[in-house]
Nanobody, 126 residues
């Protein structure tokens, strides 16, 4: 059974930090690409960060490099997204997704991820 559940979204001031969590079922998590995406109001969904849980390869969108960090806890089948120095343009619904094996991590294309969570809202005010 595929299951992804995000948590941690909140409203924060610019410059603040948040940590998002994504708990996955074991079969969804193991040896797959786990990614974070976001969809700002009225815009398309975009990739933020991803990692291959079987090998630790990590990928970031240029817009978040140096500010966001993706990490994993294999014992909990959980992927985290630590977000720092948040900006108003980071405001979006953030989604966790899983793609088969490692290749979806390259390029962070939403179409390559077959399983999605319900999303968690992040609002950054200036």
């Amino acid at each position: 059974q595929v299951r992804l559940a995000e948590s941690g979204g909140d409203s924060v001031q610019a410059g603040g930090s948040l940590r998002l969590s994504c708990v996955a079922s074991a079969s969804t998590y193991r040896d797959n690409c786990m990614g974070w995406f976001r969809q700002p109001p009225g815009k398309e969904r975009e990739g933020v960060a991803a990692m291959y849980t079987g090998g630790g390869s990590i990928f970031y969108a240029d817009t978040v490099k140096g500010r966001f960090t993706i990490s994993q806890d294999n014992a909990k089948n959980t992927v985290y997204l630590q977000m720092s120095s948040l900006k108003p343009e980071d405001t979006a619904t953030y989604y966790c997704a899983a793609g088969r094996f490692w290749s979806p991590c390259l390029g962070l294309a939403p179409v390559l991820f077959g399983s999605w969570g319900q999303g968690t809202q992040v609002t950054v005010s200036s």
